[in-house]
């Protein structure tokens, strides 16, 4: 191309580009954006034909320029790719032309647009690639943009309707199976911290593929093309524009403040986009505020997707049509099950409250969805169900029918789209789409309640073991209604406040409680659930093993109904914080904190045993596995706690003996084992200055993530160090040559042969940016151990942590008797039993302790 025609293209392009973002920042109006970006891009197309191909836009005969896919659609956000199609009748004239084309598509490339540029004869465009079905579905929304328009009209009027048509049901459900791979791949959920707002499920791709399932099924009908809204879901269609609106105004905020095709919604850019109000109405919102609408929007898209997929999308086997034939059998004089969705057999009468509310009901006994029409019904008798004012107890019962079913999340979140869970409990609107913005809490408020709730219904004992878990406590309560409603309210103290949220959630629990008439026993049963939800969590921060801390928390319970109740509330509510909250190690860690409560509360035998006479049946297992220790088991546990031989199998310190045994001729033994997820390192040698803080530094030098800690020694000066941690970078579980070496730094740090500091360089490289600011805070308990002063310490959590607090204990001469660790997202919460020269620190230790860690962790 001549200079000065490259020179005013560019020029037209970047001075185009820069109005249309000085256009944005005045309004935010994303549709205003891609128009705009469109019709640019179409003037340059323009002008390159007439230079390359032909000076009338309108020739040559037998081939066109046609946009697809996004840009067909005239929806370029300003750095989005842009699909063009060259169209050649037989494969002539594309022949004839090849070096015009190449230079047509090279100038675009210089200008530094992403363009994705593709030849096709019509006869091409005229089958089903079924390797690359996006090709014939980005033909739904081509355009004519210059060169033979007949060729085109071919295209539009003839190839695509009739391959369509032929093809319908393959297309269809080849675009249905590689955007569920797509949700696959983000878990199925709109819930991510850090959300694709493009990709990830409730994004615009979403909004597309339901675009294009309705013109799909458009096709099937009318036999002609049509308006895919025509097609969507009545209730879903003014919602899902509005949506479609949001997201596209953020994703061009994203794509500008990023200089490239960003659509990553990252926790620096939620913040921007809320300190710019990007499609928000009203008032200055925070970051947590501003995600909350995100997410009320990506819902409604999520919900056309699922919607779309299921009602055009049709049975792809003869097991799914079986399978959806079993389920129409479940219909019902009030309900029909259709492919799985849900019909209702008498319309009208839904201005009756008890056939209203009967249908969710039926949702969550059977876990099936409402067709749309179904929707659309409940939608348009609500006003008149609301207009009833129905009696708390009335609420509470059709409620209580609904969370007792075992797919009850399913329905209540059906509710709440809907708007029926506020008419049932309007105090949960509070928390709906709620962000704990936190890098934690993975889930909306509501979601979070929702999954807590679906996790109760899912457990199942074990059939092939007589052994109790968490699952068996669930068969075990005399009223999982109470614990469901305790678990739905559980949270809602945060639409109130997030500091105080228990307190504020108490008071709304005992309020709704009256409400709904329950009995006093009843009401104190929820209230004490909603009041103490986070009281296991904290005991599972305590030592365990510690008397005290059993003793105190069975205080705290009361009854062992009570205690049952707690536990599987915890375990639900740790478990829908994100998906790897409830790490194996904490549900063993909950059930051993339920166990211990539990024997105390009952006075069993068992109890007894475990404290008076268990060191006893243990040392005696251990003699009848291992005669030949002799003198040397006496001698190794001669000063040990109790505790150690409570967390210990018989097999395991077997092992300990052994390797104590070898310590003459190898002064560090060392025992890497691997758990389900994670490692645990056993470490056997003499007492020395800063032993723990030393350990713990070579774990993070080799960039380990330290999960829990145990630290014991007998009255020879043998100490047992025990940690449990994940391999952040899978250094040890893809590299099993390394597990030799990572087990020999110990002992080459510990003699000196290797200096900490040279592997902890070595490892570390640079220091990540925390997402979230977390203040120190540093606590101190005499009263919850007779034995240690109990250290609490929340902080930012980074490399190396452990190993920094670990030396200052060490510095100020304390022991570690205990190490409990834990993460929540970017906090640490670390607890530490600790003594000095046997015994507790006294006050003013305390106090230079307490300065010693600030300046280190702040500094």
Not at 23 to 28: G, I, K, N, P, V
Not at 251 to 258: D, N, P
Not at 770 to 777: A, G
Request: one cysteine or more.
């Amino acid at each position: 191309m001549a200079a000065g025609i490259a020179q005013g293209l560019k020029t037209e392009y970047q001075e185009g580009t820069e109005r249309l973002r000085q256009e944005f920042e005045q309004t935010r109006s994303g549709r205003n954006v891609l128009r705009g970006r469109t019709s640019l891009v179409d003037s340059l197309c323009h002008q390159l034909w007439r230079h390359h191909i032909s000076p009338d836009l309108s020739s040559p005969a037998g081939f066109a320029l046609v946009a697809i896919g996004g840009y067909g659609r005239g929806s370029l956000a300003p750095y989005s790719d842009i699909d063009i199609l060259f169209l050649s009748d037989g494969e002539a004239p594309a022949r004839e032309l090849k070096d015009q084309i190449r230079a047509f598509s090279q100038d675009l490339w210089d200008l530094r647009l992403k363009l994705s540029p593709t030849t096709r004869t019509i006869e091409d465009c005229d089958r089903l690639h079924r390797d690359n079905p996006e090709f014939n579905i980005s033909l739904l929304d081509c355009r004519m943009l210059a060169g033979d328009y007949g060729l085109y009209r071919r295209l539009h009027d003839q190839v695509v309707p009739r391959t369509v048509l032929r093809d319908w049901q393959e297309l269809v459900t080849l675009l249905a199976e590689v955007n569920e791979a797509r949700h696959q791949q983000a878990g199925n959920t709109i819930f991510h911290l850090e959300p694709n707002i493009k990709d990830a499920p409730g994004g615009l791709r979403d909004y597309n593929v339901a675009s294009w399932l309705a013109l799909l099924n458009g096709f099937a009908r009318a036999k002609q093309w049509c308006d895919p809204l025509d097609y969507f879901p009545p209730s879903l269609r003014d919602r899902a524009q509005e949506a479609r609106e949001f997201l596209i105004s953020v994703r061009c905020f994203l794509h500008y403040r990023a200089g490239r095709d960003d659509n990553q919604l990252n926790w620096e850019a939620q913040q921007a986009a809320a300190d710019a109000h990007v499609g928000y109405e009203g008032g200055a919102p925070d970051a947590a505020e501003w995600m909350r609408q995100y997410f009320r929007q990506a819902r409604v898209l999520n919900r056309l997707f699922a919607t779309m997929v299921d009602e055009v999308v049709p049975a792809r086997s003869s097991l799914f049509q079986q399978f959806q034939s079993w389920r129409s059998r479940l219909s019902t004089d009030e309900f029909s099950c259709v492919n799985g969705r849900i019909l209702l057999q008498q319309p009208a009468a839904l201005v009756s409250p008890g056939h209203f509310f009967n249908a969710f009901e039926f949702m969550a006994q059977h876990g099936l969805r409402f067709a749309s029409s179904t929707d659309q019904r409940i939608e348009h008798a609500l006003p008149a169900i609301a207009a009833l004012n129905l009696s708390g107890p009335e609420r509470w019962e059709y409620l209580r029918r609904t969370l007792i079913r075992p797919h009850a999340a399913d329905a209540l979140r059906t509710m709440q789209e809907l708007g029926v869970l506020g008419l049932l409990l309007p105090e949960f609107r509070a928390v709906e789409s709620l962000v704990v913005r936190d890098y934690y809490h993975r889930y909306t408020v509501d979601e979070h309640t929702f999954r807590a709730i679906e996790s109760l219904h899912a457990l199942k004992p074990e059939k092939k073991t007589t052994q109790r878990t968490i699952a068996n406590l669930m068969e075990e309560i005399e009223r999982p209604d109470l614990l469901m409603l305790a678990l739905l309210l559980h949270d809602v103290g945060k639409g109130v406040s997030d500091e105080e949220h228990v307190m504020a959630g108490l008071e709304i629990a005992m309020q709704v409680c009256r409400t709904f008439g329950l009995a006093p026993e009843e009401e104190e049963m929820v209230c004490y659930l909603v009041g103490y939800h986070l009281d296991l969590s904290a005991a599972m921060r305590r030592d365990i093993f510690d008397p005290e801390t059993i003793h105190s928390l069975a205080k705290k319970v009361g009854t062992p109904e009570r205690l049952k109740m707690l536990a599987l509330l915890t375990y639900a509510d740790i478990g829908a914080v994100n998906p790897t909250a409830l790490s194996t190690w904490k549900a063993e860690n909950l059930w051993r904190v339920y166990f211990l409560t539990a024997n105390y509360l009952n006075r069993s035998v068992d109890d007894e045993r475990f404290h008076e006479a268990g060191e006893d049946d243990q040392v005696a297992r251990i003699r009848l596995l291992a005669p030949q220790l002799g003198r040397r088991l006496r001698d190794f546990l001669e000063g040990l706690p109790q505790r150690y031989l409570r967390i210990h199998s018989a097999e395991e310190i077997i092992e300990h003996v052994n390797m104590a045994s070898q310590l003459k001729s190898a002064p560090v033994q060392t025992l890497l084992k691997r758990l389900r997820t994670d490692f645990v390192l056993t470490v056997i040698t003499n007492d020395r200055p800063s032993l723990f803080a030393t350990l713990a530094g070579v774990l993070a030098g080799w960039g380990m993530n330290i999960l829990k800690a145990d630290a014991f020694s007998n009255e020879s000066g043998v100490v047992v160090d025990r940690f449990v941690f994940s391999d952040r970078f899978k250094t040890l579980e893809m590299n099993l040559q390394e597990w030799e070496r990572f087990r020999a730094s110990f002992h080459d740090v510990l003699s000196g042969a290797v200096p900490l500091e040279k592997l902890a360089r070595k490892r570390n490289g640079a220091l990540k940016v925390p997402k979230v600011k977390v203040e120190t805070s540093i606590t101190f308990d005499q009263k919850s151990s007779s034995h240690s002063t109990i250290v609490e310490v929340v902080g930012q959590d980074r490399t190396g942590l452990l190993h920094r607090m670990a030396a200052v204990f060490a510095e100020c001469g304390c022991n570690i008797e205990v190490a409990l660790i834990d993460t929540e997202g970017e906090s640490a919460i670390d607890t530490f039993y600790l003594r000095m020269a046997e015994r507790k620190l006294a006050e003013e230790e305390c106090a230079q302790l307490k300065a010693s860690l600030e300046v280190e962790l702040d500094g």
